[in-house]
């Protein structure tokens, strides 16, 4: 025991220390750090991070505890990391109009911007980054003032919404939306302006939309009825995700907006309208966690013929993947969702052996949250799951030698090696 004790104590120390070599954070709220820049004449460097980001928790583990990271972001700004989807971290992400994560700011104690990425970056990368902030970064205000000026200017319009595109802010959407409004109509069939509708058009009900269906057959022809309908395809589907959305906060599903938008998906005869409101439902009950409504929700989908492809691993995958995502404990949820781990894994016929960890490691997550019951059911399964483990390091090591076999024979084609056999 004392042992193990000084064997902790080493490791924290050591995961200390070089928790110190990389990016310091200041704890402080907002007013805290402008104050603290300003009295330091510094930049603010901002990690606007997210819990469900990946790329976030990789720069957060892999990048900021580096000591050449450190050494520099130390010495030339005042470091402050916020979630925007809590506390203060609400208000800076209006403020400064965040769009994706992880983005990377560089402000000044007044609050403008100097600076702005978005994505991942090594370590070299991001240093480098820095260095450009400190040269006076790649915010154009002056852009952002002629736009102010020239609201009417499409040349300007354009460069303005190109500008916030590229960074991923957050007024890119009203930016291209104003464009558009003002750009004629008949210019909509150009290649840019399409591409810019399915991307920044957000709503069905936009007069956009509207013009699309006044001149499908123009649309069609010029971008093929299939990317039509795809285009268009999204606009419900991303309007009905929105509305379900807003019950992940506690709000109230807007059911009045939805039966408008089920009229208008009537009106203009879209032959996706079931689709969209079943999904729909169906995401509802996901997102507040009713599972037995959501599994007796899909039986009856299943029932009435909806789903078209339950030979597909996937569809399954679909399904449990949320319950077991969750914290439920009740019995009859976590049965059903283990048989249709199962049921996956008896459709999926690509013998890759990372899927059958996956299915294992699951399955033992639920029964564990079975209870005592199922203690032998759960150490076989982990018992199991050692020997998949070996076999799946054991394949990774045959598609290394025959990755290698055919760099050196010099043949073109990759060979994709067990991934590619099927069991039948």
Known sequence: MKKFSILALLSFMMIFANAQDGIKFSK??????????????????????????????????????????????????????????????????????????????????????????????????????????????????????????????????????????????????????????????????????????????????????????????????????????MMLHGKYFNYANKLAYAVKDGKDFDEMEFQRLIQLMDERKFESKNRVIESTRLNILKLKKDWKAYIAKIESLVASGYYKHLDDFQTYYRWYMPIASSNTTDVEVLKKAISWIDKANELNDFFRMFYFKMYWETKIKLYERLGDDYRDVVSRLKTELEFIKYLEGKQSQYDKKLREENKVSGKDKKTRGIPAMRMR
């Open 28 to 229: 402080g709220s907002w007013a805290d750090v402008t104050k603290e820049a300003k009295k330091a004449k510094k930049l603010i460097f901002i990690d606007c991070y997210t819990e469900w980001c990946g790329p976030c928790k990789q720069m957060e583990k892999n990048i900021f505890p580096l000591k050449k990271v450190g050494d520099f972001f130390n010495k030339s700004f005042i470091n402050y990391k916020v979630d925007m989807e809590k506390g203060e971290g609400i208000e800076l992400k209006d403020k400064f109009h965040v769009g994706a994560f992880p983005t990377l700011l560089w402000v000044d104690h007044k609050g403008n911007v100097v600076h702005k990425i978005v994505g991942g970056r090594n370590a070299d990368q991001l240093i480098a980054e820095g260095e450009n902030a400190l040269a006076g970064g790649n915010i154009n205000t002056d852009l952002e003032k002629k736009y102010k000026k020239n609201k009417n200017n499409l040349a300007i319009v354009k460069e303005y919404f190109n500008h916030l595109n590229k960074t991923y802010d957050a007024r890119a959407k009203d930016v291209a939306k104003h464009y558009l409004s003002i750009l004629p109509k008949e210019k909509y069939l150009e290649k840019e302006n399409w591409e810019m509708i399915a991307r920044q058009v957000q709503t069905p009900f936009s007069p956009i939309i509207e013009y699309i269906y006044a001149n499908r057959v123009k649309f069609e022809e010029k971008f093929t009825p299939q990317a039509v309908e």
